[in-house]
């Protein structure tokens, strides 16, 4: 059986292969009359379409009553695009609940914290827990993987749609009991859940598993550890959903690899995605711009994430928008040229796909306004010449595909658990955004032209010279271990405000924060004053710090301050340290300092490490550099991330995409354009 796609992306180290980029959308022929399809096969393929993502929310179309099924114009649409040439990556169609089904089981409906039940009429109305839908799921994707098991059009599987997009926190009856098994697990016994939840305040001890709940709105702050473990427990009942539709297509199609889309993008947290990649057969992702001022950077961070969550290895983009979206307050369309920038930009990070939301502008329903492939204006619009401008770059891209993310020098340590701790409630500020503060050093990265590897904790940090590591709040023993062990070996590691205060248990480190790296940081925090919204502190760096001060006092003789406060109660403590150890250094970083001031800031902190850019002076910041490396060359992407003009002098390579180097061999890179080197592989040149 010939497959169009497939064989590159089973999860393996890359064998090399160049069989180019993927290409497409989630394509809804059911929104559609019949003779719309072959216009969408016509334009796929002057598009260069190779891929779709094909019956996502097209459960009560295919299944149109508990007994009856309806696949003739599925079987349909799957020749139509076979016959196009058109790979189809086939969803499980289980995303969204027909009526028949939740008319006759309305106990399969998620129901919120405060008790209120979700009603269909949107879209993902069922519980992950619940044994009803998993059994009508399973039958349905079974149904589906017997049907088009041996069509030669599917190339690989798309489980369900972005699991947990609007239902991750469900508190129904069938959640308690799935909880409560989880917690048996996780826990053994009673005694030990009732030491980790820190039962013994305000009288919460449990004297029988059947006493446990959710944490349902309650008259005060619900048990702190209670809810954390109830966001992990979260995160694995939509992960077991995952497995047990991966299970079925495993055994019907073992040959056809199975993904489902992460939604690595903004404040989206309720899924921890670095431990549901090894679940996949390769990791996709979806992301859409947040606007405003860091919105290229948070671009770049969450590709960034996801590149490293997939291990270095190429990744899906499975969705992102050709323009503006529906759901924003305000949707913004795209300025000319940011279409194609902001795919290449995940392909510099990684991707090897680039497929947006959707291939057809639907001309009903909620997302009526959300940008597309084909808009409403028909293919004589800009977005769809656009769409096949692009099309033909990733055809020149194609030496590209295949190769993986050359790890940079320096690292962003991103923790599911710290982000999800962090932002619980009863904290001493409910200002805090954990991922923003990571989003800040990363902005400063990119600002100093620095390239920074955005990496899941676990992933290992050994390779790295410096490792920032930001609100690092829940901080096991065997993660300080690894951190000091890091440092000892000559790593320099960076810390803020907020990090190391309590255990995985969501219990405080005695003795002075930051628990167990205080020797290391040769620091010791007596107490936190946290800022309220208007007010500032001055540090005599001429810095301002702002949402957070430490009370510090130095603890070893070898530390340097590398600032201290200048106003507020604590004017005249250390701010900032750092303290060198055994080659590597460990620094702190005790206030907020936004994207703009910690610039010069973590100069000064990569400096000490060597860590300095690859790109020429006038590049950086203006110039966002990523490396693939390929079996025999790496591939430099340089992205102008501004509206003007520039040109970098000195940067050698064969230019694959982009224009030509000037007489003088510098490059021009136009305004939100894009320019790929083919370069000889690092260390060989
Ligand atoms: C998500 C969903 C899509 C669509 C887009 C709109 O990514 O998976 O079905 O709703 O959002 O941005």
């Avoid at 005060?220 to 299970?247: I, V």
């Avoid at 309720?270 to 919105?295: I, K």
């Avoid at 070893?556 to 590597?584: N, S």
Wanted: negative net charge; proline residues 7%; contains cysteine.
């Amino acid at each position: 059986m010939s497959r169009a796609l497939p064989h590159r992306w089973l999860r393996r180290p890359t064998d090399g292969t160049t069989d180019g980029f993927a290409y497409g959308a989630d394509y809804n022929p059911d929104q559609w009359p019949r003779e719309v399809w072959d216009e969408d096969v016509r334009l796929m393929r002057e598009a260069g379409v190779n891929v779709v993502s094909l019956a996502i929310f097209s459960w009560a179309r295919i299944q149109p009553t508990a007994d009856t099924w309806d696949f003739a114009w599925l079987d349909e649409v799957m020749d139509l695009l076979h016959a196009g040439g058109i790979g189809v990556d086939l969803a499980t169609a289980t995303a969204s609940p027909p009526p028949w089904l939740t008319t006759a089981h309305p106990e399969i409906l998620p129901v919120t914290a405060t008790g209120e039940t979700l009603w269909p009429g949107a879209r993902q109305h069922w519980r992950p827990t619940s044994p009803v839908f998993r059994e009508h799921a399973l039958r349905l994707v079974t149904a589906m993987a017997e049907r088009y098991a041996d069509h030669p059009a599917l190339v690989a599987w798309h489980v369900n749609n972005e699991l947990g997009c609007h239902n991750v926190y469900d508190y129904s009856d069938d959640a308690a009991r799935a909880f409560r098994q989880w917690l048996r697990e996780r826990y053994g016994s009673l005694e030990a859940l009732n030491h980790a939840w820190g039962t013994a305040f305000w009288s919460q001890r449990y004297s029988d598993w059947g006493q446990i709940l959710p944490p349902r709105r309650a008259a005060s702050h619900p048990n702190p550890t209670q809810q954390l473990d109830f966001k992990r427990f979260s995160s694995d009942a939509l992960k077991e959903h995952l497995r047990a539709e991966r299970e079925v297509l495993r055994a019907i199609t073992p040959d056809v690899p199975v993904t489902t889309n992460f939604m690595v993008m903004g404040e989206t947290k309720g899924m921890n995605y670095a431990d549901w990649a090894s679940e996949v057969d390769f990791v996709s992702n979806d992301h859409y711009v947040t606007p405003g001022p860091q919105a290229l950077d948070e671009l770049s961070f969450s590709a960034n994430l996801t590149g490293n969550i997939a291990g270095g290895r190429p990744w899906f983009l499975m969705e992102h928008s050709t323009s503006a979206v529906n759901w924003q307050p305000v949707n913004r369309a795209k300025r000319p040229g940011e279409l194609a920038r902001d795919s290449l930009l995940h392909v510099a990070h990684g991707a090897d796909a680039v497929c947006f939301f959707q291939w057809r502008q639907s001309a009903a329903g909620a997302e009526k306004y959300h940008s597309a492939m084909v808009p409403h204006a028909g293919p004589d619009s800009d977005v769809f010449r656009s769409v096949v401008a692009l099309g033909a770059t990733l055809r020149e891209l194609a030496p590209v595909a295949g190769s993986t993310r050359r790890p940079a020098r320096a690292a962003i340590l991103f923790d599911w658990h710290s982000w999800w701790a962090s932002e619980l409630d009863s904290h001493p500020t409910s200002r805090l955004r954990y991922r923003q503060e990571a989003l800040d050093w990363y902005s400063a990265f990119l600002a100093l032209g620095v390239r920074a590897d955005v990496v899941p904790a676990g992933a290992g940090l050994d390779d790295y010279a410096l490792v920032v590591a930001p609100v690092l709040y829940s901080l096991p023993q065997a993660l300080a271990k690894e951190l000091t062990a890091y440092v000892e070996g000559g790593g320099h590691l960076v810390t803020t405000y907020f990090s190391g205060i309590v255990d995985e248990n969501d219990h405080a480190w005695l003795g002075g924060y930051p628990g167990p790296l205080r020797d290391l940081l040769g620091i010791r925090v007596e107490e936190f004053s946290p800022l309220l919204d208007e007010e500032t502190v001055a540090l005599d760096d001429g810095t301002t710090g702002s949402l957070w001060t430490d009370q510090i006092t130095v603890s070893a003789p070898d530390v340097e301050v590398l600032a201290r406060y200048a106003t507020g109660h604590h004017a005249g403590r250390a701010a900032i340290t750092r303290r060198p150890v055994a080659g590597g250094s460990a620094a702190h970083v005790s206030t907020r300092l936004g994207a703009q001031q910690l610039t010069p800031l973590l100069r000064r902190l990569l400096d000490g490490a060597g860590v300095s850019s690859e790109l020429p002076p006038e590049a950086r910041g203006a110039v966002e550099l990523t490396v693939r490396a390929g079996r025999d060359a790496d591939y430099w992407f340089l992205v102008n991330r501004t509206e003007q003009e520039v040109t970098l002098a000195g940067v050698a390579g064969e230019v694959v995409i982009g224009g030509p180097a000037e007489a003088d061999g510098a490059l021009r890179l136009p305004p939100v354009g894009v320019t790929v080197l083919r370069r000889p592989a690092a260390g060989t040149a």
